[in-house]
């Protein structure tokens, strides 16, 4: 089984910063991916954001977050984080944690997930 934990989502003015973090625990897999999901647009799936692979070498990232958002790896502390920066209010979204054992940018692909951290990101 595997448990995934977000958090580090919050309100921030346009602009700044957050860093996210995903805490696995159980078995490790070979990717781990952030989406987000904007909640005022039901029925809209989730957005992929940025993969990486657990063992290194290999990361990805939506073209709405290049050069913004890098996601890395501790796997010391089996933790994946998503640094934010330069936000826009189109961030704005709950960003989850999933992880699987392909490299895809397709939510249905993944079988885990975590809770969700809200991010907003006033004008």
């Known amino acids: 089984q595997v448990q995934l934990v977000e958090s580090g989502g919050g309100l921030v003015q346009a602009g700044g910063s957050l860093r996210l973090s995903c805490v696995a625990s159980?078995?490790?897999?070979?990717?781990y991916t952030w989406f987000r999901q904007a909640p005022e647009v039901p029925g809209k799936e989730r957005e992929f954001?940025?993969?990486?692979?657990?063992?290194?070498?290999?990361?990805s990232y939506a073209g709405s977050v290049k050069g913004r958002f890098t996601i890395s790896r501790d796997n010391a502390k089996n933790t994946v984080y998503l640094q934010m920066n330069s936000l826009k209010p189109e961030d704005t979204a709950v960003y989850y944690c999933?992880?699987?054992?392909?490299?895809?940018?397709?939510?249905?692909?993944?079988?885990?997930w975590g809770q969700g951290t809200q991010v907003t990101v006033s004008s």
């Open positions: 159980g078995r490790t897999l070979s990717w």
């Open positions: 954001v940025a993969l990486i692979r657990w063992s290194g070498g290999m990361a």
């Open positions: 999933a992880a699987g054992a392909q490299n895809s940018d397709s939510w249905s692909a993944y079988t885990y």
